[in-house]
Nanobody, 113 residues
Framework: QAKLVESGGGLVQAGGSLRLSCVAS????????ISWYRQAPGKEREFVAS???????NYAEPVEGRFTISRDNAKNTAYLQMTSLRLEDTAAYYC???????WGQGTQVTVSS
């Protein structure tokens, strides 16, 4: 059974950093394009970043230059390194695997002033 599990969220002050992890199981991770999305309270889920199976990356404008997506196929894990965090980055963060449209359960990131 395919599964994605996110971790690494938490409470951080504005300007701080966090690294999120997304561990995959039950799928051929190396062929998956992986994306990160986020959803703030009362808002729609939005795209944050993606990385293809051959490591081409793409970022939403609000996070470009601050967030970095990466992957380690040996560990079946994708990462989202977040720096210079802002209040508006507060959200639940989800990873998604393209083939099969698998989603994780999310990890909460809260940025305080």
């Amino acid at each position: 059974q395919a599964k994605l599990v996110e971790s690494g969220g938490g409470l951080v002050q504005a300007g701080g950093s966090l690294r999120l992890s997304c561990v995959a199981s039950g799928m051929m991770f190396r062929v998956q394009d992986i994306s990160w999305y986020r959803q703030a309270p009362g808002k729609e889920r939005e795209f944050v970043a993606s990385i293809t199976s051959n490591e081409i990356t793409n970022y939403a404008e609000p996070v470009e230059g601050r967030f970095t997506i990466s992957r380690d196929n040996a560990k079946n894990t994708a990462y989202l390194q977040m720096t210079s965090l802002r209040l508006e980055d507060t959200a639940a963060y989800y990873c998604k695997a393209f083939w099969g449209n698998y989603w994780g359960q999310g990890t909460q990131v809260t940025v305080s002033s």
